[in-house]
């Protein structure tokens, strides 16, 4: 099969992998579509770091079911299109992808392992049936928007709260969309580098929003002026922050809207170092939160029954997933798959979808060349 391989930061190329066999608890799942995510760019970027390199990238996913291990039958069907969460952060990024599925609906045991990323995490996924109505691109952007339900179902803003938005990238338009709509924020203030973001997050429910590029002097302003006194809840979607030196770090500046006992989610991961005030945590008694990986805190048959609720809210229309997919190009393009990790973020972008074309998988209908254990 082909797939995508990164051998190390800024090295992602297109091979040929062994077919896949799957197991008795495992279906095997032939690629629709993946999107980019920020943490596989952070892995393309070298702000977060696997255990072992090489990695195929790639978890926003969906995939149409045409193997189904022994232990499976009767809770899945051939056929059937199905959105995973977990089960790591790789694999996606193949024309096949094998899973250790738990389905809401389903009584199954979790077994769990120790990633040396200081989290326990579990051997199956937490793993939702995505409806035929639900387009291929608005499908890959459960996985994302069930994350971000995981972060702020958790933590949530009390009713009527002013929230501010830090980053105004896919995950911040989502979590824009759920605080406004969904759990009853009264306003919500984005911040953002990228003045094209900026606007997808003003058109999806954010009242105001700053340019720390091209506005940080007014947000400087909008800071002092309001100090203590504007908001009572951060979501901080900042997956890395390069501090230069000049003016405020916007982790810092975010805080001090903050009034004393305010909230403040952490939901944007990278494995290099970040600077944070903690100053202003002890003087404020700011409440640091954030939703644990770890399945001993949050087990995957949790996380399968979030993920049904981001399937209804995207069925619904409640939350939108139109504005955070800007890109589609097709999974057999290298070239136009490498540029879209490079460019991640800039200009006028938002996410990426990659597209395997049913055509290409034609051959592979009878289940050629794939193995069963």
């Known amino acids: ?14 091979t040929e992998q062994p077919d896949l066999i799957y197991g008795a608890d495992e279906i095997l799942l032939r690629t629709e579509s993946v999107s980019i995510c920020s943490t ?4 393309f970027r070298g702000h977060l770091f696997p255990e072992t390199w090489p990695i195929v990238p790639g978890h926003e996913y969906v995939g149409e079911v045409v193997g189904i291990g022994s232990s499976l039958k ?44 200081n989290f326990y995490d579990a051997d199956q996924s937490a793993a939702v049936l995505v409806p035929d109505a639900l387009s291929w691109d608005a499908a890959t952007i459960i996985e994302p928007l069930t994350s971000v339900l995981r972060s702020i179902l958790v933590n949530p803003p009390r009713p009527g709260d002013v929230c501010v938005v830090l980053g105004c990238g896919p995950s911040a338009v989502l979590a ?17 580098r990228n003045e094209y973001r900026l606007k997808v997050a003003l058109n999806s429910g954010a ?22 006194q504007y908001a009572d809840y951060v979501f901080d979607a900042l ?94 393009d290298p070239p136009a798959v490498v540029g879209a990790f490079e460019s991640y973020g800039q200009g006028d972008s938002m996410k990426t979808c990659l597209r395997l074309s049913p055509l290409a998988h034609a051959a592979a209908d009878t289940g050629m060349l794939l193995g069963k254990m």
């Open 1 to 14: 099969m082909q797939a995508y391989v990164m051998y190390g930061p800024g090295v992602l190329e297109s």
């Open 40 to 43: 596989d760019v952070s892995y």
């Open 74 to 117: 009767g809770v899945v069907e051939i056929g059937q299109r199905v959105c995973y969460w977990g089960q790591t952060d790789f694999g996606g990024m193949a024309e096949y992808r094998a899973i250790r599925p738990i389905f809401g609906h389903q009584v199954a045991a979790e077994t769990a392992w120790y990633t040396e990323r």
């Open 176 to 192: 824009t969309q759920v605080l406004t709509r969904y759990v009853g924020a009264r306003s919500v203030t984005v911040v953002d």
């Open 207 to 228: 009242s105001l929003g700053f340019n720390t590029s091209t506005a940080a002097e007014a947000l400087e302003t909008f800071v002092r002026e309001n100090h203590d």
């Open 239 to 332: 997956p890395h922050v390069a501090v230069d030196g000049h003016g405020k770090d916007v982790r810092e500046l975010a805080m001090g809207l903050l009034r004393p006992g305010g909230t403040y989610v952490v939901y944007g991961a990278t494995g290099v170092r970040q600077q944070i005030n903690t100053w202003l945590i002890l003087a404020k008694g700011l409440n640091i939160r954030a939703t644990p990986f770890d399945v001993r805190l949050f087990p995957m048959a949790r996380s399968a029954h979030v993920a049904n609720i981001a399937v209804r809210l995207l069925e619904s229309g409640l939350v939108d997933a139109a504005p955070v997919v800007s890109h589609r190009i097709s999974f057999y």
